[in-house]
């Protein structure tokens, strides 16, 4: 069966980084797109980014964009998420999502459980 597994959320300071890595099992991980999403207290989930199958990079959220990358590792059925330059505004849970297509125009269609995200001092 499906699943994914994120970790590395945790408490970072203003200005911090973190590295989030998505574990995935269950497909043929090479060949689905596979994106990072972002449900903060209150508000409704957002994408953030994608990584297609053939590592082309969609940004789903200008907020992001000179601070976060997404990468994967098919050889470890990995996908990660670098955050760097972290603001109290990205708190968040963050999930990592199968995306139902090899390119990313498709949406998601398994989901991670979740990471917590707290960017304070």
């Known amino acids: 069966q499906v699943q994914l597994v994120e970790s590395g959320g945790g408490l970072v300071q203003p200005g911090g980084s973190l590295r989030l890595s998505c574990a995935a099992s269950?497909?043929?991980?090479?060949?689905?797109?596979m994106g990072w999403f972002r449900q903060a207290p209150g508000k409704e989930r957002e994408g953030v980014l994608c990584?297609?199958?053939?590592?082309?990079?969609?940004y789903y959220a200008d907020s992001v964009k000179g601070r976060f990358t997404i990468s994967r590792d098919n050889g470890k059925n990995t996908v990660y998420l670098q955050m760097n330059s972290l603001k109290p505004e990205d708190t968040a849970v963050y999930y990592c999502?199968?995306?139902?297509?090899?390119?990313?125009?498709?949406?998601?269609?398994?989901w991670g459980q979740g990471t917590q995200v707290t960017v304070s001092s």
């Open positions: 999502a199968r995306v139902g297509s090899s390119s990313c125009a498709g949406g998601p269609v398994y």
């Open positions: 269950g497909f043929a991980f090479n060949y689905n797109a």
């Open positions: 990584i297609s199958s053939g590592h082309s990079i969609t």
